[in-house]
């Protein structure tokens, strides 16, 4: 099965079929350092978010990287405690402001709710998307989507949108793979980003994955993103190394079986995060 360099979201923005992610990539310097070398190693698609507090060393990155900007794809996130129609905008300008740039290429709700959050989640979430789709509109948004969203939250911000989410970015691995929500956005035309397609490194260790891995010359995390995107998801790995960082991009020169596929499929949970969308408190 061959897979493409790149996905097409559902208004034809073209999007690189694997991302770099930038969660816990701290502090600015760092992440500075990370992104520059990640653009080196040949990612174009960078996965940012405000509450990250990286963006700044992101954005000095981007300036000092050799490539020009319409060749990068730049995602952020608005955070939970800036949703809200006139918040999402400020949060979407301090955003630009500290990547340096004028638009983002997609931008999405990092979380649907928050039970610390006051406020009814389903409307904030329809007064944020209102906001973005305004920015959509004006062209500083080029794609617009969501994060952390069930099949139900979907749901309730499509009776509430004029523009359908584009992408929908959960956590998806080999030892989590949620497959309604997955099944979900698929067949409501939205591309799967995965967050931690290697289980944050714990699932690294697997014999599944590892006699996967050596059966085709590779290495596990290799196989974590290729299952990814022979399900048609759209990986985000980390790795604060350049030559992990390279090897994570050298997946398009094998194929997993079927079988392959699903004994991944049937991996007991490993690595989940237990960050759980209908439940979790965030207190910042
Ligand atoms: P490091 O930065 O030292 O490479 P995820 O993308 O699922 O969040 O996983 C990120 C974690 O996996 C990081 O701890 C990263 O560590 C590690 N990692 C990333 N790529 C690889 C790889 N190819 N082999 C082993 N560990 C990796």
Request: proline share 4%; hydrophobic share 35%; net charge negative.
């Amino acid at each position: 099965m061959s897979v493409a360099k790149d996905y097409t979201l559902a208004n034809g923005v073209v999007i690189p079929s694997v991302g770099y992610g930038t969660w816990r990539t701290k502090p600015e310097d760092f992440a500075k350092e990370c992104v520059k070398m990640a653009v080196e190693q040949g990612y174009r698609l960078i996965d940012c978010a405000a509450v990250y507090k990286n963006e700044k060393g992101i954005g000095e990155a981007l300036r000092q990287v050799d490539v020009p900007r319409e060749e990068l794809f730049l995602t952020s996130k608005v955070w939970c405690m800036d949703r809200g129609y006139e918040k999402t905008k400020a949060a979407f300008e301090k955003t630009c402001k500290d990547l340096g740039t004028d638009y983002l290429d997609l931008y999405l709700i990092h979380w649907p709710s928050n039970k610390n959050y006051d406020e009814d989640p389903v409307a904030v979430n329809a007064s944020t998307w209102r906001g973005m789709e305004e920015l959509y509109k004006a062209g500083r948004i080029r794609s617009i989507g969501v994060s952390n969203f069930k099949p139900h939250q979907l749901q309730s911000l499509f009776e509430h949108c004029e523009i359908r989410p584009m992408v929908n970015q959960i956590e998806c691995h080999p030892g989590w793979y949620p497959e309604e929500t997955v099944k979900f956005c698929q067949e409501n035309g939205i591309l799967v980003q995965a967050w931690s397609p290697l289980g944050s490194g714990a699932v690294l260790g697997s014999e599944t994955l590892l006699s996967i891995a050596k059966a085709h010359g590779k290495d596990a995390g290799q196989v974590c993103i290729r299952w990814c995107l022979q399900k048609g998801i759209n990986p985000l790995p980390k790795s604060t190394k350049a030559q992990r960082a390279l090897s994570n991009l050298d997946v398009f020169d094998f194929t997993l079986t079927e079988e392959e596929m699903a004994a991944i499929d049937a991996m007991e949970t490993l690595g989940y995060s237990e960050l759980d969308s209908d439940t979790v408190l965030f207190d910042h």
